[in-house]
């Protein structure tokens, strides 16, 4: 099944970008996903095709007219589900990325300037996601950071199938630092138990690992981690959905 990603912007040119090179790119190349990039610009309707408007009580900047880009997700619904990339959204997640990445497809919503006009979200179903505490200046490299992560976890994109499960976020740690050759450089030594082959050795040692870089770098993570794991001491399943 192909992955469809549909992005409403007011700058197609920028897809797939850098999604059509490397792994997304071969991907593309080979069906497992679609990349559509509609000209929001397309559904205004007046003489001059404007899309934003001055703010409603005053201030800097522009916003996005409801009806224009209502006009423009209308024409592209297709019971996908619709996410909007805003800095005023629930911040994406690896789970919601492989919900995401499980389903049919995506339509993205690009804001500019200062954003949408809120009855658009009052006015259909679309959920509001923002890909971290800081302000772009538009939502495609959103787009593009939300599909990438998507892209990747599809079916055959990943060379080794295990490459995704131990990683970062999805056990709720981040994961442990890597190594490769050479066995010394500038003075400093692949870690000991890495060389030993002892198997079990290094599993517990990369398990110790990701769980001190979790706690001392990302205290947030750490928290909901230790909550989870309190709350159900039987359950690697509890944990997994609590993702
Ligand atoms: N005035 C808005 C910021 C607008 S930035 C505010 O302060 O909340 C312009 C557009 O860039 C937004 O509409 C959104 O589509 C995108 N954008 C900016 N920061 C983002 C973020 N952290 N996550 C997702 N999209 C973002």
């Known amino acids: 099944m192909t992955f469809a990603a549909t992005i409403l912007t007011l700058y197609p040119e920028m897809f797939p970008g850098p999604l059509g090179v490397s792994l997304a790119g071969r ?3 080979e069906g497992r996903w679609s990349c559509e990039a509609v000209n929001i610009r397309d559904s205004a309707t007046d003489k001059h095709r404007s ?3 001055t703010p409603a009580g005053g201030g800097a900047g522009m916003v996005l007219r409801a009806d224009v880009v209502a006009a423009a997700l209308d024409a ?3 019971g996908r589900p619709v996410v909007a990339l805003t800095p005023r959204g629930a ?5 919601r990325v492989r919900s995401l990445a499980s389903g049919p497809g995506v339509t993205l919503l690009c804001g500019r300037f200062e954003g949408f006009d809120e009855r658009l979200f009052d006015a259909r179903a679309i959920e509001q996601v923002s890909i971290g505490d800081y ?3 538009g939502g495609e490299m959103g787009a593009l950071a939300l599909l990438d992560a998507c892209i ?3 079916p055959g994109v990943m060379g080794a199938t295990s490459s995704g499960v131990d990683e970062s976020f999805e056990t709720g740690l981040l994961e442990y630092p890597h190594y490769t050759r050479p066995a010394e450089w500038e003075g400093r030594a692949i870690p000991e138990v890495l060389r030993s082959g002892d ?3 290094i599993a517990a040692w990369r398990k110790q690992q990701a769980e001190t870089d979790t706690r001392l770098r990302r205290p947030d ?3 909901r981690h230790e909550g989870a794991r309190v709350q159900s001491p039987s359950g690697a399943q509890a944990k997994k959905d609590d993702r």
Do not use: M
């Not at 911040?91 to 789970?95: D, G, N, V």
């Open 27 to 29: 991907a593309l190349a």
């Open 199 to 201: 198997h079990a050795r």
């Open 152 to 154: 990747r976890l599809l």
């Open 221 to 223: 993570l750490w928290e």
């Open 91 to 95: 911040p994406l997640t690896q789970a």
């Open 76 to 78: 592209a619904a297709d």
């Open 51 to 53: 899309v934003d408007d």
């Open 135 to 137: 302000v772009l200046s």
